[in-house]
């Protein structure tokens, strides 16, 4: 992992003095609240529904035990003793005092960590692979370019005040498991025919109210231009980008407007002014960021431990377990685990400071002390032993992370909705809770196979609901709250948006729909067909046809037609 | 007079800013003393005003420093309007005088400037800093000072700190 030096820690211990000093003068009416907001958004700081919410950065999702210990003590001292992990790697409190955030920064800022552009309009936390380093398909580890890709953002003195958010995410491994075709700046690491490694960078992603795929405007970029190019890319946009109003204000319906060609086109003749630049990566910084990501003492171990394989073989429990939370890993003998935080009836993403503490141990004992934060919401040991694979299951079942269901239907991603956050126009927990009380037999969710359900509590997306292959999208009806559903939505290599089915639902409706949606599935599947493939190939209109069936509208033309 | 900040000093300026009338035409310039003329009047009338060296450009957030290009490196003086100062399009401006057409001269920020925003503002090559009236100058102007070290190239300090640490 990362660690400071003493220029990245005065550069954090510099921020948490001059943000003492807003929140100071905030308090004694020398800031007004409209000059405080942009402020302390770019300190992660909202004012939510019942109190401030604060959101903490977790550098493409990478923790050390003593910050995930420090969180749960955090949460402890100034908040309910929880915390919600987010879609983008990130960490919130739901419960703080503004006027004790400053303290809970320098509290962070003792650990190496901050909150520093994790809200407004200025570039977020760059994230990336939960199991960046340890894949079995990874071809170029994306974390040294993350924490690259991270300095340059911080306190960029041009790009602070952009026309909106602006988010970007770095992928290395065939498959992508983050998204980065949904984001403003997606970024592939390559290799070439010589093994030299290079980038694709993709513009002009995004979900929230108008949802696009990035277009790919620079094929390959050389390692020493990453930043120049960034630069070039964000300058266009912080002077080009609408600012009149603020839903077409993201760069993606820049690139549109431009199209994708004379984007790239413009970009270019930016980056002639700057490529080669004191900006230009040398060797050296390179090499330093590659520094921190070396493999940790790995054993050198056989593979098939005959201990875990006798496990395996004598326990159906702690097998279904291995199958749905184990992720292969490239090193033999180790494997990647993930502790499900989609306990049916807990919501989506929380931890409660007994459960951090307990993963903090967890992750001395098995993991090197190092824990992941994936974009689903859930945690990972990526570095555990086959042979301690047991031991760890059974730990994770005493604290509630062992629910052997990811990527199952009920391992749902889902935003803090209407409960907690003033921008949702309904609540997405509570849907969530009765989808995961519909489905909580394990032997029918197992078989359902894989199935990614997204719900977002509004427009904004933060529960991703477009790229679910089942979004629930909540949205407000004459003062009520009601849901759409998507459905074909996916993430990955072949990433697409799903399509409004129809009209949407109430509540108490929605544990019904989602029944006659699995329905249609299970009567339509083919062997042991994923979701998505059995609606790739039957289409939408079965669907619509049973969800509909009886009203008076939403289902397919032809048969109202018949 | 107004008080404004010039090289992190407190100082005495009154320098009139120079609209164009809503009927698109230029007002007169005064004969002598500090002003400041749109972008598109200093182009119009170059010829009479770039003799004198009393007569800066001001750029409102759409206006193009391409437009100037390397008549800015002629310039005593030029100021970059922020309306609100969540509208970031002038730190490109300011770098691009800076760093791309040479402006050696004042380069001061304008419009809704406060404490909060003058690290970045001065990172971006700005040196003069007229704060809002009803905020304190005295206090504000230790803002430049937010941070002192940085990861990025920039006017000040254009080697990034990787190619210094």
């Given at each position: 992992?990362?660690?400071?030096?003493?220029?990245?820690?005065?550069?954090?211990?510099?921020?948490?003095?001059?943000?003492?000093?807003?929140?100071?003068?905030?308090?004694?009416?020398?800031?007004?609240d409209?000059?405080?907001?942009?402020?302390?958004?770019?300190?992660?700081?909202?004012?939510?529904?019942?109190?401030?919410?604060?959101?903490?950065?977790?550098?493409?999702?990478n923790?050390?035990?003593?910050?995930?210990?420090?969180?749960?003590e955090?949460?402890?001292?100034?908040?309910?003793?929880?915390?919600?992990?987010?879609?983008?790697?990130?960490?919130?409190?739901?419960?703080?005092?503004?006027?004790?955030?400053?303290?809970?920064?320098?509290?962070?800022?003792?650990?190496?960590?901050?909150?520093?552009?994790?809200?407004?309009?200025?570039?977020?936390?760059?994230?990336?692979?939960?199991?960046?380093?340890?894949?079995?398909?990874?071809?170029?580890?994306?974390?040294?370019?993350?924490?690259?890709?991270?300095?340059?953002?911080?306190?960029?003195?041009?790009?602070?005040?952009?026309?909106?958010?602006?988010?970007?995410?770095?992928?290395?491994?065939?498959?992508?498991?983050?998204?980065?075709?949904?984001?403003?700046?997606?970024?592939?690491?390559?290799?070439?025919?010589?093994?030299q490694?290079?980038?694709?960078?993709?513009?002009?992603?995004g979900?929230?109210?108008?949802?696009?795929?990035?277009?790919?405007?620079?094929?390959?970029?050389?390692?020493?231009?990453?930043?120049?190019?960034?630069?070039?890319?964000?300058?266009?946009?912080?002077?080009?980008?609408?600012?009149?109003?603020?839903?077409?204000?993201?760069?993606?319906?820049?690139?549109?407007?431009?199209t994708?060609?004379?984007?790239?086109?413009?970009?270019?003749?930016?980056?002639?002014?700057?490529?080669?630049?004191?900006?230009?990566?040398?060797?050296?910084?390179?090499?330093?960021?590659?520094?921190?990501?070396?493999?940790?003492?790995?054993?050198?171990?056989?593979?098939?431990?005959p201990?875990?394989?006798?496990?395996?073989?004598?326990?159906?429990?702690?097998?279904r377990?291995?199958?749905?939370?184990?992720?292969?890993?490239?090193?033999?003998?180790?494997?990647?685990?993930?502790?499900?935080?989609?306990?049916?009836?807990?919501p989506?993403?929380?931890?409660t400071?007994?459960?951090?503490?307990?993963?903090?141990?967890?992750?001395?004992?098995?993991?090197?002390?190092?824990?992941?934060?994936?974009?689903?919401?859930?945690?990972?040991?990526?570095?555990?032993k086959?042979?301690?694979?047991?031991?760890?299951?059974?730990?994770?079942?005493?604290?509630?992370?062992?629910?052997?269901?990811?990527?199952?239907?009920?391992?749902?991603?889902?935003?803090?909705?209407?409960?907690?956050?003033?921008?949702?126009?309904?609540?997405s927990?509570?849907?969530?809770?009765?989808?995961?009380?519909?489905?909580?037999?394990?032997?029918?969710?197992?078989?359902?196979?894989?199935?990614?359900?997204?719900?977002?509590?509004?427009?904004?997306?933060?529960?991703?609901?477009?790229i679910?292959?089942?979004?629930?999208?909540?949205?407000?009806?004459?003062?009520?709250?009601?849901?759409?559903?998507?459905?074909?939505?996916?993430q990955?290599?072949?990433?697409?948006?799903?399509?409004?089915?129809?009209?949407?639902?109430?509540?108490?409706?929605?544990?019904?729909?989602m029944?006659?949606?699995?329905?249609?599935?299970?009567?339509?599947?083919?062997?042991?067909?994923?979701?998505?493939?059995?609606?790739?190939?039957?289409?939408?209109?079965?669907?619509?046809?049973?969800?509909?069936?009886?009203?008076?509208?939403?289902?397919?033309?032809?048969e109202?037609?018949? | 007079?107004?008080?404004?900040?010039?090289?992190?000093?407190?100082v005495?300026?009154?320098?009139?800013?120079?609209?164009?009338?809503?009927?698109?035409?230029?007002?007169?310039v005064?004969?002598?003393?500090?002003?400041?003329?749109?972008?598109?009047?200093?182009?119009?009338?170059?010829?009479?005003?770039?003799?004198?060296?009393?007569?800066?450009?001001?750029?409102?957030?759409?206006?193009?420093?391409?437009?100037?290009?390397?008549?800015?490196?002629?310039?005593?003086?030029?100021?970059?309007?922020?309306?609100?100062?969540?509208?970031?399009?002038?730190?490109?401006?300011?770098?691009?005088?800076?760093?791309?057409?040479?402006?050696?001269?004042q380069?001061?920020?304008?419009?809704?400037?406060?404490?909060?925003?003058?690290?970045?503002?001065?990172?971006?090559?700005?040196?003069a800093?007229?704060?809002?009236?009803?905020?304190?100058?005295?206090?504000?102007?230790?803002?430049?000072?937010?941070?002192?070290?940085?990861?990025?190239?920039?006017?000040?300090?254009?080697?990034?700190?990787?190619?210094?640490?």
């Amino acid at each position: 992992m990362y660690i400071y030096d003493e220029y990245d820690q005065k550069i954090v211990d510099q921020r948490v003095a001059q943000y003492r000093d807003q929140t100071r003068r905030y308090l004694a009416g020398e800031l007004t609240d409209d000059e405080f907001r942009p402020l302390r958004l770019q300190n992660g700081l909202y004012i939510q529904r019942h109190a401030p919410m604060f959101r903490v950065a977790i550098p493409y999702g990478n923790l050390r035990s003593d910050q995930v210990r420090k969180l749960a003590e955090l949460s402890r001292k100034y908040d309910h003793s929880y915390v919600h992990f987010t879609t983008r790697q990130n960490v919130q409190f739901n419960w703080p005092a503004l006027e004790n955030v400053p303290e809970m920064l320098a509290e962070l800022a003792s650990v190496q960590m901050h909150a520093i552009q994790t809200s407004g309009n200025c570039i977020r936390n760059t994230t990336s692979d939960q199991f960046a380093g340890v894949a079995y398909d990874e071809i170029v580890d994306p974390r040294p370019w993350c924490e690259i890709i991270r300095q340059w953002s911080t306190f960029h003195p041009e790009f602070a005040h952009l026309p909106r958010k602006f988010k970007i995410a770095v992928n290395g491994a065939k498959e992508d498991r983050a998204a980065v075709l949904v984001h403003d700046i997606g970024i592939n690491v390559k290799l070439n025919a010589e093994g030299q490694v290079g980038f694709e960078i993709y513009v002009g992603g995004g979900l929230g109210r108008t949802p696009m795929i990035g277009d790919l405007i620079k094929p390959w970029l050389e390692p020493a231009h990453l930043l120049t190019y960034l630069d070039s890319v964000l300058r266009v946009y912080n002077r080009y980008g609408r600012r009149d109003n603020k839903y077409k204000a993201r760069i993606k319906i820049l690139v549109k407007a431009m199209t994708p060609e004379v984007f790239a086109a413009k970009v270019d003749q930016e980056w002639a002014f700057l490529k080669n630049g004191p900006q230009t990566l040398t060797d050296e910084e390179i090499a330093r960021n590659h520094r921190f990501f070396t493999a940790p003492a790995y054993e050198s171990l056989p593979g098939d431990d005959p201990s875990f394989l006798a496990a395996l073989e004598a326990n159906p429990a702690f097998s279904r377990w291995v199958d749905r939370n184990v992720f292969a890993h490239k090193v033999p003998g180790y494997a990647a685990v993930t502790l499900s935080l989609k306990q049916h009836g807990v919501p989506p993403g929380d931890a409660t400071d007994v459960q951090l503490d307990a993963v903090a141990d967890l992750a001395d004992r098995f993991s090197f002390g190092e824990v992941r934060v994936s974009h689903g919401q859930n945690l990972i040991l990526a570095d555990v032993k086959e042979s301690d694979l047991f031991a760890l299951w059974e730990e994770a079942k005493r604290i509630g992370f062992a629910t052997p269901n990811i990527g199952l239907l009920t391992d749902l991603i889902c935003c803090p909705g209407g409960d907690f956050c003033s921008l949702a126009n309904a609540k997405s927990l509570p849907v969530a809770k009765s989808v995961q009380e519909r489905f909580d037999d394990l032997d029918f969710l197992f078989d359902l196979g894989e199935i990614d359900i997204n719900i977002s509590g509004c427009i904004n997306a933060c529960g991703h609901h477009h790229i679910g292959h089942i979004g629930i999208l909540g949205v407000d009806k004459n003062n009520a709250e009601f849901y759409q559903i998507t459905l074909g939505g996916r993430q990955g290599v072949d990433a697409q948006i799903g399509k409004v089915i129809g009209p949407s639902f109430a509540q108490e409706e929605m544990a019904d729909v989602m029944s006659k949606i699995i329905q249609v599935f299970v009567d339509n599947r083919e062997g042991d067909e994923r979701f998505i493939d059995t609606f790739d190939r039957i289409g939408v209109d079965p669907f619509k046809n049973k969800v509909y069936e009886g009203r008076p509208a939403g289902r397919a033309k032809k048969e109202v037609e018949a | 007079m107004s008080r404004i900040i010039v090289d992190k000093q407190i100082v005495d300026c009154d320098a009139p800013i120079l609209r164009v009338g809503e009927d698109g035409s230029f007002p007169t310039v005064p004969a002598a003393g500090l002003v400041f003329v749109s972008l598109p009047q200093y182009l119009a009338q170059k010829s009479e005003l770039a003799a004198r060296g009393d007569v800066g450009v001001w750029f409102a957030p759409a206006d193009e420093p391409e437009q100037l290009g390397a008549d800015a490196a002629q310039l005593a003086f030029i100021a970059v309007e922020f309306p609100a100062f969540t509208d970031g399009r002038g730190f490109s401006i300011g770098r691009l005088l800076r760093e791309r057409y040479g402006f050696t001269g004042q380069l001061r920020a304008f419009g809704d400037v406060f404490k909060d925003t003058l690290n970045y503002l001065a990172r971006c090559g700005f040196n003069a800093f007229v704060v809002r009236a009803d905020k304190d100058i005295d206090d504000a102007v230790k803002g430049i000072d937010d941070f002192t070290e940085f990861y990025q190239s920039a006017v000040g300090q254009p080697q990034p700190l990787f190619r210094r640490r």
